[in-house]
Each structure stands twice: as C-alpha cells, then as structure tokens.
C-alpha cells in the first residue's frame, strides 16, 4: 500500500516483469491509481501471442478479468503508434519522411460479405476469408497510420508541413 500511495502521488504508472500469466495476474493487482498506465514485460518464449498476429490494432488476450476487460492493448497499439510517429515528424518535418509498415498475414478470416459474388463458383472460400480479414487489417491500420500523421501535421510548424500522400 505504501508503494501504491507514493505512485499515486507522484502521478506515476507501474512497469512490471512476469515471467508467467500467473505472475503477470497477481502484479496487475497493484494499481498505482485506476487510470494509471501499466506497461508489463513478457518473456518471447510465454508465447502469448504469436508475434506474426501483430498489428497495431491487436490486444493482448487475458483469461481474466482486468479492469473490466478481457483483453489490454500492447505498447505499440494505435496510441503508441501515434507516438512514434510524432517525433520524427516533429524533429524533421513530414515532407523528408516515408512511413512503411510490417503487416503478415494471420490464419484469421473475415466474411466476404459485398464481395461474396466475385467468389460464388469457388466451394471453399477459406482462401478468400482469410485474404479478405488481411485487407481489412492493413486498411485499419493505414487507417491509424493516416490519422497519426495528420495529428502531427497540426501540431508540426508550418515550414516542415507537406501534403500527407496515401
């Protein structure tokens, strides 16, 4: 408690090291206060989630309850992103700058919904699913990176602005 009340007063969040989901569930009971981020280290090899199903739109799963929810967005999520974004922005403007982002396919699918007719003669679909939730996983995250450049674009003086090409 004495821990938790100098965090407090000090505005200050918690960074943790769990070596297990066990481990990791009993520290994320210490909350400095209820708003108060937490930035939790996990080993590679806890295999939480497999590091070729990351975006920046995914979440960590949890198999309890933490806060309310079920899942807790990594470091790297789209706030995180906007932050990386920022600073080179601001430290050399965006017209001296080219954004490429990582994204691998996941085994995820997603319903073909208005493009089910391109697909009618095919039996399996399976393919096109999965290719149909990757399209949509780039575009949300194209979507992120967007946003994040034109929130430094209003934020960056005007003599390091250039046109945000898509």
């Known amino acids: 408690e004495l821990a938790r009340l100098r965090f407090q007063?000090?505005?200050m969040g918690a960074?943790?090291?769990a070596?297990?989901?066990?481990?990791?569930r009993r520290l994320?009971?210490?909350q400095p206060s209820?708003?108060?981020?937490?930035?939790i280290h996990l080993p590679r090899d806890l295999n939480v989630i497999h590091e070729h199903d990351l975006s920046f739109l995914r979440e960590l799963p949890l198999d309890f309850d933490y806060r309310g929810r079920r899942s807790?967005?990594?470091?790297f999520g789209p706030t995180g992103l906007l932050q990386i974004l920022a600073k080179p922005i601001e430290t050399v403007g965006q017209n001296r700058l080219s954004f490429t982002l990582e994204i691998h396919p996941t085994g995820?699918?997603?319903l073909l919904d208005d493009a089910a007719l391109l697909f009618g003669?095919?039996?399996d679909k399976t393919n096109a699913e999965q290719m149909n939730h990757w399209l949509s996983v780039l575009s949300q995250n194209h979507s992120v990176l967007l946003e994040g450049l034109k929130r430094s674009a209003r934020s960056t003086p005007d003599r390091q602005k250039s046109k945000i090409r898509t």
Do not use: N, S
């Open 72 to 75: 807790v967005p990594l470091l």
């Open 19 to 24: 070596g297990t989901l066990e481990e990791m």
């Open 121 to 123: 003669h095919w039996r």
């Open 108 to 110: 995820d699918r997603l």
């Open 15 to 17: 960074e943790i090291h």
């Open 34 to 39: 209820p708003d108060a981020c937490i930035i």
């Open 28 to 30: 994320l009971k210490f």
């Open 9 to 11: 007063q000090a505005g």
